[in-house]
């Protein structure tokens, strides 16, 4: 029965390759179906060695080819615009968005197993595809799931370490802090520690990775639990997968919001390499770092206000809109307070991509799960006027690339709307949610020997005499 699915899986996206040409060079995991029957430990097994033999081919043939010029403005405008990474998980393009191992999300969303009929993919169908570049059989995903579920065993001390912190820290701060606490169970660290060849380096890397990923949704659910509620633990439950369970723990079990944790957490594990969670999380574990230390670094990249902390500063912006104008406020009312924000030396978060030149489609597939669940929520309303209004007074600025909604413009409200009102907590979902990308290339830099990652920096002072020197 999986290899039928697998069939019809393909068949409906053959039909759609034909009506899009330009995926045909992004879909090589479609070479790789065959090997359905195996579990998710003995396909990586079975992929490590042909893909690092195609590694050491590239390295051969492929080694001295340029893949670009690097200018002053690169080197001193945050590296923007420079290929200098390998990140296997995820591709993302400047117009299309986001493509996890050459799909697309509206692809993930038809390919990938759900919880239900017509439902969201199930994160650990995404942590699949991440993995191996193969859509899952939902045997194998509900495999995979009850494999997390027995691995979310979080040791006391953990709860102990968050609980001598204030209770007014930031819920990053406690989170990152769990985190560290779990690295006391790393097995890479004990296996390198007894000299382990390199040779098996992910194998331990891999165990504690599928350890982590199974327990920060454990870890920041207490963290919630404890900031906004009664500080109990609350346990899962067994019949429910990943986002599912992480939405229980959380407190809320209405079936719609379990569906948008599926949804939420699938769309923000990955967007490539080089933003600075990802990037932080590959530098550090180049450094034979263990997972844990290495999400940790990465999580305290996303708590910055230019990254992961945007998403808090939504909702934040969208309710003092509603506090100024009203919740049935007017195009005009709303145009106006969008060049009060902007006159006043801020910008209106949301909207922007350090890539993305178009809407974004973790954007896009919210506003569809909006359209389906909430169409009446104000909130929601106002999130869509403002679709329509920001983008043409950003462009009237000239000096944006890109004016259109990123994925930080909606998931606020969504969450809002089922209980989850708490804006500074956002960062966390978006952290439980990154570990699965983040995790998943870090056990394939260890699969594939990447190097320690050491870039070449330079002076004011040599920039002008060289370049000087060169015109």
């Known amino acids: 029965m999986a290899f039928f699915r697998s069939v019809t899986a393909l068949s409906r996206l053959r039909s759609r390759v034909g009506q899009q040409s330009n995926l045909s060079n992004s879909v090589r995991w479609l070479q790789m179906q065959s090997s359905s029957d195996l ?7 079975e992929m490590i060695p042909e893909q690092q033999e195609r590694l050491k081919k590239v ?24 290929t200098g990474l390998l990140w296997e998980t995820s591709l993302l393009d400047p117009d299309e968005g986001i493509r996890f191992r050459g799909l697309s999300i509206p692809e993930c ?65 406690q989170f990152a802090s769990g985190v560290m606490a779990l690295q006391v169970q790393s097995e890479f660290q004990e296996a390198y520690e007894k000299g382990i060849h390199k040779s098996k380096y992910w194998e331990p890397t891999y165990e504690d990775s599928l350890n982590l990923i199974a327990r920060v949704p454990v870890v920041a659910a207490y963290v919630y639990q404890r900031i906004y509620k009664d500080g109990k633990i609350i346990p899962k439950d067994d019949s429910l997968d990943y986002g599912g369970n992480f939405s229980h723990m959380l407190g809320f079990d209405d079936p719609k919001m379990l569906e948008l944790m599926r949804l939420y957490v699938t769309i923000h594990s990955d967007h490539e390499g080089g933003n600075v969670s990802a990037h932080t999380g590959h530098l ?24 992961g902390l945007a998403n808090q500063e939504v909702l934040l912006w969208i309710k003092s809109v509603v506090d100024e104008c009203g919740e049935n406020v007017t195009t005009e009312q709303l145009k106006d307070y969008v060049w009060k924000t902007l006159n006043s030396g801020k910008v209106v978060p949301g909207f922007g991509h350090g890539v993305l030149r178009k809407t974004d489609p973790r954007y896009t597939c919210q506003r569809e799960f909006a359209l389906k669940h909430l169409p009446d929520d104000p909130l929601f309303q106002l999130v869509s006027k403002l679709f329509e209004v920001v983008p043409p007074i950003l462009t009237k600025l000239g000096k944006v690339k890109n ?33 699965l990308g983040i995790c998943s290339q870090l056990i394939w830099d260890r699969a594939l020997g990447l190097p320690l990652e050491r870039p070449k920096s330079v002076t004011l002072d040599w920039i002008e005499k060289n370049c000087k020197k060169a015109a």
Request: charged share 20%; aromatic share 6%.
């Open 39 to 45: 579990d998710l430990h003995s396909q990586l097994k």
């Open 59 to 82: 390295k051969s043939e492929l080694g001295k080819a340029q893949l670009g010029n690097i200018t002053v403005d690169m080197v001193i405008g945050g590296m923007r615009g420079m």
């Open 109 to 173: 969303q038809k390919l990938l197993p759900a919880a239900k009929p017509d439902g969201e993919p199930l994160p650990e169908g995404l942590l699949w595809l991440l993995l191996t570049g193969k859509v899952p059989s939902k045997e194998q995903v509900d495999g995979l799931s009850k494999e997390l579920r027995d691995r979310a065993t979080v040791p006391d001390y953990v709860y102990k370490a968050i609980g001598a912190l204030p209770v007014t820290a930031h819920p990053m701060t």
């Open 284 to 307: 550090v574990a180049s450094a034979l770092s263990d997972p844990y230390l290495s999400f940790a670094a990465a999580l305290n990249g996303l708590a910055g206000p230019l990254h």
């Open 403 to 435: 004016p259109w909604p990123n994925v930080d413009a909606h998931s606020g409200v969504l969450l809002n709307h089922f209980g989850l009102a708490e804006a500074r907590y956002y960062t966390v979902l978006f952290g439980v949610s990154r570990s």
